[in-house]
């Protein structure tokens, strides 16, 4: 009976051994018959990684489909097969071959519109320096053959750069516009330049954005010839960043942010949505959380249709910073709970208000008096919280007087501030004089610091001028006791200078504006002509004037002196050949790191 039970027993092993062996043959096929594999392209490109996470997905779903026999062992009845007990797979964990061959055939187009920038700035000029480097650019007209990039790229002083096409195409370009605030601009190269490559373009739609949307970032990161990055926006209503003092930056503008991770050499990369639409502009990130920022396209848009219309671009303003601020933090500095009720009900879905956070002094909005902390209700009659409605009624009121309500400690406040065109108070002319690069006080440096806008800027203190002592950010006060609050008035002071002559210059620093420092320096107009440089937008050329000095000189006198006397006979009779020597190199050469030195000579 022993061995007839163990041979039994044998028996309903192998029988359930090979029961359960079909049993997950029949199983493996149905997963294969349902669950077809998206074939995958070798050597694929970054946007379709996701294959790796599929399969990954498939193998974790099969070892649960495995691991799940552990119930089967007890019975092998029919209800076992029935699908209503089988682990449901999610259909969205699988990628949609539909879904990559669109964005595949979205980056592949627009690529074809991206272009390397290589660009140089030949002078320093408002803030940056005489730079040579690489970013990117696309192509938004390629009848006209205009280029969208950053204006950090475009660069506010002189511009020498070329494009670099996919195929290695080199073409040269020259700036046709840069916004006086928001972070773009335009360059232009001739079309017929354009030998052997098919220039594709891409559109702009500034109103598809929303969050959550998927995008792809394709450009020159980190030197590469070309790079695509995807990610996905987070926020849509971001501030403008704040890269500090002494630099460029954006504001009255929100900004779009996601995870792409992209680096140095992005900046004007189009931002793309899968119908390969440019819904945003790189501009700049964070190396440390991956976190990129990206302009918005509506005032780019308007822009470009002026130019492309032959019509200048109109820029709006009261010199007054906005910061964009969230209900709970305007209801601390003195919202009302019945203007609250008015914004929501304007729209539903408002969660912020624009706050004035810096009022330049002597400005429209402060002649006007508002101050900062004021609570913007609406422009005219229309209820704006929206920096683009904002822009939108400034740049096309220029000349004209505009009616504000803002509340300030909850009390509504009705303002009356005249705008006026951004583009004056931008310099656009440089003086070279001695060594030295001066030009206007900018109005992107006057709203950070917030200070009036005017005085002249010394962007390069050298040769003649050499006031580093007072620190960065250096304003002529006076020359000769006379006030130079413009370049205009500074050469026409200097000019009635004789040559070889001495003056005084008043002057201090941005970081310190109640610090007056002064120095005594030399006309050397003997060494260098003084040149006026005025930008032309229409040529993307510096013109250059030399301004006409007059013939006057101030003639040295000889001096007398007495020489001490020394015990040493040696000692006595070197003494009146010893000289202490003072010298400046008017200009940089030779790598030579300092412009004055002091030292002694023996005749």
Same mark, same amino acid.
């Given at each position: 009976?022993?061995?007839?039970? #163990?041979?039994?027993?044998?028996? #309903?092993?192998?029988?359930?051994?090979?029961?359960?062996?079909? %049993?997950?043959? +029949?199983?493996?096929?149905?997963?294969?018959?349902?669950?077809?594999?998206?074939?995958?392209?070798?050597?694929?490109?970054?946007? +379709?990684?996701?294959?790796?996470?599929?399969?990954?997905?498939?193998?974790?779903?099969?070892? /649960?489909?495995? /691991?799940?026999?552990?119930?089967?062992?007890?019975?092998?009845?029919?209800?076992?097969?029935?699908?209503?007990?089988?682990?449901?797979?999610?259909?969205?964990?699988?990628?949609?071959?539909?879904?990559?061959?669109?964005?595949?055939?979205?980056? !592949?187009?627009?690529?074809?519109?991206?272009?390397?920038?290589?660009?140089?700035?030949?002078?320093?000029?408002?803030?940056?320096? *005489?730079?040579?480097?690489?970013?990117?650019? =696309?192509?938004?007209?390629?009848?006209?053959?205009?280029?969208?990039?950053?204006?950090?790229?475009?660069?506010?002083?002189? $511009?020498? &750069?070329?494009?670099?096409?996919?195929?290695?195409?080199?073409?040269?370009?020259?700036?046709?516009?840069?916004?006086?605030?928001?972070? =773009? &601009?335009?360059?232009?190269?001739?079309?017929?330049?354009?030998?052997?490559?098919?220039?594709?373009?891409?559109?702009?739609?500034?109103?598809?954005?929303?969050?959550?949307?998927?995008?792809?970032?394709? &450009?020159?990161?980190?030197?590469?010839?070309l790079s695509i990055m995807s990610g996905q926006v987070s926020r849509v209503d971001r501030n403008a960043l704040d890269f500090g003092p002494m630099t460029y930056n954006d504001f009255n503008t929100f900004y779009l942010q996601a995870a792409a991770s992209s680096s140095r050499g992005s900046s004007g990369s189009p931002v793309i949505d899968i119908h390969g639409r440019a819904i945003g502009l790189q501009a700049s990130g964070r190396n440390q959380s991956g976190i990129d920022?990206?302009?918005?396209?509506?005032?780019?848009?308007?822009?470009?249709?002026?130019?492309?219309?032959?019509?200048?671009?109109?820029?709006?303003?009261?010199?007054?910073?906005?910061?964009?601020?969230? $209900?709970?933090? *305007?209801? +601390?500095?003195?919202?009302?709970?019945?203007? !609250? *009720?008015?914004?929501?009900?304007?729209?539903?879905?408002?969660?912020?208000?624009?706050?004035?956070?810096?009022?330049?002094?002597?400005?429209? &909005?402060?002649?006007?008096?508002?101050?900062?902390?004021?609570?913007?209700?609406?422009?005219?009659?229309?209820?704006?919280?929206?920096?683009?409605?904002?822009?939108?009624?400034?740049?096309? /009121?220029?000349?004209?007087?505009?009616?504000?309500?803002?509340?300030?400690?909850?009390?509504?406040? !009705?303002?009356?501030?005249?705008?006026?065109?951004?583009?004056?108070?931008?310099?656009?002319?440089?003086?070279?004089?001695?060594?030295?690069?001066?030009?206007?006080?900018?109005?992107? %440096?006057? @709203?950070?610091?917030?200070?009036?806008?005017?005085?002249?800027?010394?962007? @390069?203190?050298?040769?003649?001028?050499?006031?580093?002592? *007072?620190?960065?950010g250096v304003i002529i006060e006076s020359v000769d006791d006379e006030p130079t609050p413009s370049l205009a008035d500074f050469i026409e002071v200097v000019c009635k200078i004789p040559d070889r002559a001495r003056f005084s210059v008043v002057y201090y620093s941005l970081n310190d504006i109640n610090e007056m420092h002064v120095h005594i320096v030399e006309n050397e107009r003997h060494w260098t002509d003084m040149n006026l440089y005025t930008r032309n937008d229409s040529t993307?050329?510096?013109?250059? #004037?030399?301004?006409?000095?007059?013939?006057?000189?101030?003639?040295?006198?000889?001096?007398?002196?007495? =020489?001490?006397? /020394?015990?040493?006979?040696?000692?006595?009779?070197?003494?009146?050949?010893?000289?202490?020597?003072?010298?400046?190199?008017?200009?940089?050469?030779?790598?030579?790191?300092?412009?004055?030195?002091?030292?002694?000579?023996?005749?």
């Amino acid at each position: 009976m022993d061995i007839l039970r #163990k041979k039994h027993i044998r028996n #309903k092993r192998k029988d359930e051994e090979a029961s359960d062996e079909e %049993l997950r043959n +029949n199983e493996d096929r149905r997963y294969q018959a349902v669950h077809t594999p998206v074939p995958v392209r070798p050597g694929r490109p970054p946007e +379709n990684a996701s294959s790796d996470v599929e399969h990954s997905i498939r193998r974790l779903l099969l070892a /649960s489909l495995t /691991s799940s026999r552990i119930w089967r062992h007890k019975s092998l009845d029919s209800a076992l097969l029935d699908s209503s007990r089988m682990p449901t797979i999610p259909p969205d964990l699988f990628v949609n071959s539909d879904h990559v061959s669109q964005w595949q055939v979205a980056t !592949e187009q627009a690529s074809m519109a991206v272009v390397t920038v290589r660009l140089c700035q030949a002078a320093p000029f408002d803030t940056t320096g *005489a730079i040579a480097t690489e970013a990117t650019g =696309f192509v938004v007209d390629r009848e006209r053959g205009i280029i969208l990039t950053n204006r950090h790229v475009a660069c506010a002083g002189p $511009f020498v &750069g070329e494009a670099v096409f996919q195929n290695r195409e080199e073409i040269s370009v020259h700036t046709i516009y840069r916004d006086p605030v928001h972070d =773009f &601009g335009f360059l232009k190269y001739s079309p017929g330049d354009v030998k052997y490559y098919d220039v594709q373009e891409i559109k702009l739609s500034p109103g598809s954005i929303q969050v959550g949307t998927d995008i792809r970032i394709i &450009g020159n990161d980190s030197g590469e010839e070309l790079s695509i990055m995807s990610g996905q926006v987070s926020r849509v209503d971001r501030n403008a960043l704040d890269f500090g003092p002494m630099t460029y930056n954006d504001f009255n503008t929100f900004y779009l942010q996601a995870a792409a991770s992209s680096s140095r050499g992005s900046s004007g990369s189009p931002v793309i949505d899968i119908h390969g639409r440019a819904i945003g502009l790189q501009a700049s990130g964070r190396n440390q959380s991956g976190i990129d920022f990206f302009l918005p396209l509506d005032r780019v848009k308007r822009a470009l249709e002026l130019i492309q219309n032959g019509k200048s671009v109109s820029r709006g303003d009261i010199q007054v910073q906005f910061l964009y601020k969230p $209900f709970d933090y *305007a209801r +601390n500095i003195g919202l009302s709970q019945e203007t !609250e *009720a008015r914004f929501r009900a304007q729209n539903c879905k408002e969660i912020g208000v624009l706050v004035a956070e810096t009022v330049v002094p002597e400005g429209p &909005g402060d002649l006007a008096g508002m101050i900062a902390g004021d609570i913007l209700v609406t422009i005219g009659d229309k209820i704006v919280t929206d920096f683009g409605e904002m822009d939108d009624i400034f740049d096309n /009121s220029i000349g004209q007087e505009v009616r504000l309500l803002v509340e300030r400690d909850g009390e509504g406040i !009705e303002l009356v501030a005249c705008v006026e065109d951004i583009h004056e108070i931008t310099p656009h002319q440089y003086l070279e004089i001695g060594g030295a690069v001066l030009h206007d006080l900018s109005y992107q %440096l006057a @709203r950070y610091y917030c200070v009036p806008v005017q005085g002249v800027y010394v962007e @390069r203190p050298w040769g003649m001028l050499p006031l580093e002592d *007072a620190g960065e950010g250096v304003i002529i006060e006076s020359v000769d006791d006379e006030p130079t609050p413009s370049l205009a008035d500074f050469i026409e002071v200097v000019c009635k200078i004789p040559d070889r002559a001495r003056f005084s210059v008043v002057y201090y620093s941005l970081n310190d504006i109640n610090e007056m420092h002064v120095h005594i320096v030399e006309n050397e107009r003997h060494w260098t002509d003084m040149n006026l440089y005025t930008r032309n937008d229409s040529t993307g050329n510096w013109d250059r #004037k030399t301004i006409d000095l007059p013939e006057s000189r101030c003639e040295l006198e000889p001096q007398t002196t007495q =020489f001490s006397t /020394s015990d040493n006979s040696v000692t006595h009779e070197i003494m009146p050949s010893l000289v202490q020597v003072h010298f400046y190199i008017p200009w940089m050469i030779n790598g030579f790191p300092v412009n004055r030195r002091t030292g002694t000579g023996l005749v």
